[in-house]
């Protein structure tokens, strides 16, 4: 008996139009919800318990937070 992989493939993303799971691109950059750039995992902002946000430090900063 051979058994399938029936596991999905990965959608395509809008950030990078390429398939990938989770928010890190395959060229390890991940994109702001706010502006939709593309930045470095530690341009990131983080909150006040210091994980990590999808917003950058930029807009973060111009939302005050």
């Not at 992989?5 to 060229?27: E, I, K, M, W, Y």
């Not at 919800?33 to 930029?58: M, P, S």
């Amino acid at each position: 008996m051979v058994v399938e992989d029936v596991t999905p493939p990965a959608p395509v993303r809008l950030c990078c139009g390429q398939r990938h799971r989770g928010v890190q691109c395959p060229d390890g950059l991940v994109m702001c919800c706010v502006c939709f750039d593309r930045f470095q995992v530690h341009l990131l902002n983080r909150d006040v318990a210091g994980t990590l946000e999808n917003v950058c430090k930029g807009c973060a900063e111009q939302v005050g937070r």
